[in-house]
């Protein structure tokens, strides 16, 4: 797969997408088959039958035809894809890397903007949203910030991805949303620089080179061992599978965390700006 532009387009609602799960649960235990034993017989696997069941992955419309033939539904899971509500608010180009990034094993995230979106506080995220032009209304905002706060959940499984971040300082010292929400979020990253499993380091300002100046960028692994990328723009946004283009973005990445603060000395720089706040 090479690099692929998404387009905006609806994303199915999550609560719908666990409905249909439990759905296909339901039919393929009627029908005597494990998740693995599906997965084998449709060569997805276990783990993608596992994610569409538990609502972390969509249920495409090709194989859920094939599973209500197989399972002898009578086109239930079919029709239920068809009545999904849709849901117009969350990152509409994001879909495919949302996806993604439910599965990932590994997860390298560079932002100098904002606060990376996995290790955002709930004020602060609203904040974000808030500062969006134009501007969403209440209603809109609160279903942006619980969608972005469920996706840390991520992040704290029993098996969580090993993540790694690295925050250019200029991104903290912006006061989002005002004093009270800036010094909760730099609680909130320290909390974060202490968990195992997550490396933090900040990008100091100063320094007389810097590989990210074109722009924020997130590197993952799947669980297949396949490396993607995701880059973002104002109006759209790349999925990039291609070998040669995550290699280069890779190399950026690997170039800024020899530029970054380590942990510790990333850990101590928090502590400054909390002691400054």
């Keep these: 797969m090479g690099t692929t532009t998404r387009s905006r387009r609806t994303r199915r609602n999550a609560s719908a997408m666990k409905m249909v799960g439990a759905l296909l649960a339901l039919h393929r235990e009627a029908a005597g088959y494990t998740q693995r034993s599906l997965g084998e017989r449709f060569v997805v696997g276990e783990q993608q039958i596992a994610s569409i069941e538990q609502g972390r992955r969509p249920l495409k419309p090709d194989l859920a035809e094939q599973l209500d033939e197989l399972l002898d539904t009578r086109g239930a899971l079919s029709e239920a894809l068809k009545h999904m509500p849709e849901v117009d608010l969350v990152p509409l180009w994001a879909e495919e890397y949302l996806d993604q990034e439910r599965e990932a094993i590994a997860i390298s995230w560079y932002e100098g903007l904002v606060v990376p979106g996995l290790l955002q506080t709930e004020t602060y995220a609203r904040a974000v949203f808030r500062s969006r032009v134009p501007v969403y209304d209440e209603d809109e905002i609160e279903q942006l910030v619980a969608a972005r706060i ?31 929400v800036y010094v909760e979020q730099v609680q909130h990253l320290r909390e974060y620089a202490d968990m195992p499993g997550i490396a933090l380091q900040i990008l100091p300002l100063g ?23 995701y880059t973002e723009t104002h109006r759209g946004s790349q999925l990039i599978a291609d070998p040669d283009e995550v290699g280069i973005l890779t190399q950026k990445y690997a170039m800024l965390r020899t530029q970054a603060l380590n942990t510790e000395d990333t850990r101590d720089l928090l502590d400054r700006l909390l002691g400054e706040a």
Excluded: K, M, N, Y
Aim: proline letters at 7%; charged letters at 30%; zero cysteines.
């Design 150 to 180: 469920e996706r840390r959940e991520l992040l704290h499984r029993r098996v969580p991805p090993t993540a790694s971040f690295v925050i250019w300082e200029a991104a903290l010292r912006d006061h989002l949303g005002g004093e009270d």
């Design 207 to 229: 320094r007389t080179s810097h590989a990210g100046l074109d722009g924020p960028f997130i590197l993952l692994e799947t669980p297949e061992h396949q490396r993607l990328a």
